[in-house]
């Protein structure tokens, strides 16, 4: 998997873009200080701290089940690291990894990320790769880990030591919009629920379940279905046996092709669908064959201060329009590097005490255009507050976001998806 080392050479002058640029990083992303996972760190003496490396890992999915909503969030994630070279004097060295959308190739990622020193990390997507790499290496490595797609309420109760952050909101949010807009916008007083076998798919279903019966609905069916398999009509079947008024499908693109096929091909296609965010693929349509005019969802949306200087940089950079999850992987990155700044050192201990403290209200103004600036105010000590692309970026005790606004979506008959409306929603 590729590093990077963003390399200034040149002297800049004292003031808020920089002091001094130190070049000259190691193969294997080492710079002017050293460190192993969160631990100490020795940095070269300099009139001011902004003259120092700092350390970004990267460990998203851009292989596997989520790859085709993975690669443009990995584009989020270091794009940050593009729009900064030449705009610092700090040393910005990346290294991204591929969790192929799987639990145990995350974890091997994530031990590489960590032998090689990075103390904080952008990633994992999918919850239960979070889940999995959080448990197993991020938290017994003291590493910083800032989900920018993990939605899972699970991700909430981990004993963490104050560690794993996400810039999307939790899906204990998400499941209250779902019901919501099942309710007033759908007018169903029955649902089912068809959900991928894993922590993501289950705990949503049941926040839905939980909101939509507090909002006097009835649920019918809550089936389950394992990802990647050849048919899908026995679950289906399972699913519509009692007419619900409403089925919410979760999962992912890859299973969800095969799913939506099985379904147009054997039962009635006219019941509305909602589906989540793990399901927002432009490309649904066309890779199901089918105009999916039934079919609506809800994802987190981008709306934070931000948005538009973000939404205008990727697509310069990129050559398409960000999706879903792509502005919260950039303010993820972000957030982790003001917070390394503010640390003054490669420490994974350290950066997570400034996590809340470079992203929460009071300070300095800090937003994704004037983030060169906000890097070294950190490194100052000046007191900031990053409002990002996505939102205003505001952690809880948890390391959840306090607020988010959500798209009500639904997609085009070639291709493509239209908003259809926002809703703002607060835990």
Not at 39 to 62: C, F, M, N
Not at 65 to 86: C, F, K, M, Q, T
Not at 102 to 125: E, I
Not at 182 to 208: C, I, K
């Amino acid at each position: 998997m590729p590093s990077y080392v963003n390399r200034r050479d040149v002297i800049r002058g004292v003031g808020a873009a920089g002091i001094v640029g130190l070049a000259g990083c190691s193969s294997n992303g080492g710079g002017d200080d050293t460190t192993t996972g969160g631990g100490d760190t020795t940095q070269a003496t300099t009139t001011a701290s902004s003259a120092r490396t700092l350390k970004q890992g990267v460990l998203l999915p851009t292989t596997g089940g989520l790859a085709d909503l993975g690669v443009p969030i990995n584009n989020g994630a270091i794009l940050p690291r593009i729009l900064l070279e030449g705009e610092t004097d700090f040393t910005l060295d990346f290294s991204e990894q591929d969790t192929q959308t799987d639990p145990n190739a995350a974890q091997s990622a994530a031990q590489t990320l960590r032998n090689s020193g990075y103390p904080a990390v952008t990633g994992a997507a999918s919850s239960e790769v979070t889940l999995a790499v959080a448990k197993n290496v991020f938290i017994p490595s003291g590493m910083v880990g800032c989900s920018p797609a993990s939605t899972s309420p699970a991700i909430t109760d981990l004993q963490d030591n104050g560690l794993i952050y996400r810039t999307p909101p939790t899906d204990a949010l998400q499941g209250e919009v779902l019901a919501q807009v099942a309710t007033e916008r759908l007018d169903a007083s029955t649902a089912a629920t068809l959900y991928v076998n894993n922590s993501y798919g289950q705990l949503l279903s049941q926040s839905f379940a939980t909101a939509f019966r507090d909002d006097g609905g009835e649920i019918l069916q809550q089936v389950s279905y394992p990802k990647a398999q050849s048919s899908y009509t026995s679950r289906l079947q399972q699913a519509l046996s009692d007419d619900p008024g409403v089925i919410v499908v979760i999962g992912y693109p890859e299973s969800g092709k095969q799913l939506f096929r099985d379904f147009y091909s054997d039962f009635n296609s006219d019941i509305p669908i909602l589906v989540t965010d793990g399901l927002r693929s432009a490309s649904l349509p066309a890779d199901v064959g089918n105009d999916m005019s039934n079919v609506t969802g809800t994802a987190p949306l981008a709306a934070g201060p931000g948005k538009q200087y973000f939404t205008e940089q990727f697509t310069q950079e990129f050559g398409n329009e960000p999706g879903v999850f792509t502005s919260q992987a950039f303010d993820a990155t972000a957030v982790c590097l003001l917070a390394n700044a503010a640390a003054g050192e490669n420490s994974g201990a350290a950066i997570a005490q400034e996590m809340q403290a470079v992203a929460n209200p009071g300070g300095q103004e800090v937003t994704p255009s004037t983030l060169a600036d906000g890097l070294t105010m950190a490194a100052e000590g000046t007191e900031i507050q990053y409002k990002g692309a996505s939102s205003a970026v505001d952690f809880d005790e948890n390391g959840d976001l306090k607020a988010a606004t959500y798209e009500y979506f639904g997609f085009e008959a070639g291709g493509g998806i239209r908003t259809i409306d926002q809703i703002s929603y607060t835990a």
